[in-house]
């Protein structure tokens, strides 16, 4: 079982960038890692998911150092609307027997 | 929208009673997976299922059971219940059968047994 541990709160203001590191030490050759955001009373929603080195979309960006042993999600110039809880998680893509595991997340607020 | 389905959006019962979530993955997808969330457990995995089979199972109690039907749609069933039960729960469907695939929430059902 892929274990991962996270920070549980962190906090930070309007338009700054926010960096939420994921420690994952056991992380197998074929897992990748992913990362949800969730709202109160909603579903979890994908943000980005990556394997190696660095990934980049319209909303985050994912660093993997080389040993893959940690992942930090970066948040350019958050707001508001950020605020919410970000779940790291790693399993293989296919087949494998992991079972998915949230964890409790890491909940960001963000403060005018 | 994830494209997920969720019935009904609230549930309120009682204690012992039993009551069954709807779940309609995704077009396309072929796992889907249920998990509960309440305040001070965070999001559960409960089970997995894989175009119509057990694919992993969590930590489901004895007096819940899910299954996927043909058309891939599932429903969970929980029986006996009790107050503890009151959670939301929440369905996500993925294309493939990995624990690393990308999946989609739906909605939720707010449950709350009284």
């Known amino acids: 079982l892929a274990k991962t541990t996270q920070p549980i709160s962190m906090d930070s203001y309007e338009g700054q960038e926010v960096n939420i590191t994921c420690s994952h030490n056991?992380?197998?050759?074929?897992?990748?890692i992913t990362w949800y955001q969730q709202f109160p009373s909603q579903g979890p929603r994908f943000i980005i998911q990556?394997?190696?080195t660095k990934v980049t979309n319209e909303v985050a960006s994912l660093f993997i150092p080389a040993d893959r042993k940690s992942s930090t999600l970066s948040l350019p110039r958050v707001s508001l609307s950020d605020t919410a809880v970000y779940y790291c998680?790693?399993?293989?893509?296919?087949?494998?027997?992991?079972?998915?595991?949230f964890g409790r997340g890491t909940s960001l607020i963000v403060h005018p | 929208d994830s494209g997920v389905t969720q019935t009904p959006k609230h549930l309120i019962t009682a204690t012992g009673q039993r009551v069954t979530l709807r779940c309609s993955p995704r077009?396309?997808?072929?796992?889907v997976y249920w998990y509960q969330q309440s305040l001070d457990q965070g999001l559960q995995f409960l089970i997995q299922?894989?175009?119509?089979?057990?694919?992993a199972k969590g930590n489901i109690l004895e007096r819940f059971s899910a299954q996927q039907f043909p058309d891939l749609h599932s429903e969970l069933n929980l029986s006996s219940l009790e107050l503890g039960d009151s959670a939301l729960y929440f369905c996500?469907?993925?294309?493939?059968?990995?624990?690393?695939?990308?999946?989609?929430f739906g909605p939720g059902t707010r449950l709350l047994v009284l």
């Open positions: 056991n992380i197998a050759t074929n897992d990748y």
């Open positions: 998680l790693v399993g293989r893509l296919g087949g494998g027997s992991y079972i998915p595991t």
């Open positions: 077009s396309g997808d072929l796992s």
């Open positions: 990556g394997y190696k």
């Open positions: 299922y894989y175009n119509g089979e057990e694919r």
């Open positions: 996500a469907s993925s294309k493939n059968r990995g624990s690393g695939e990308t999946q989609y």
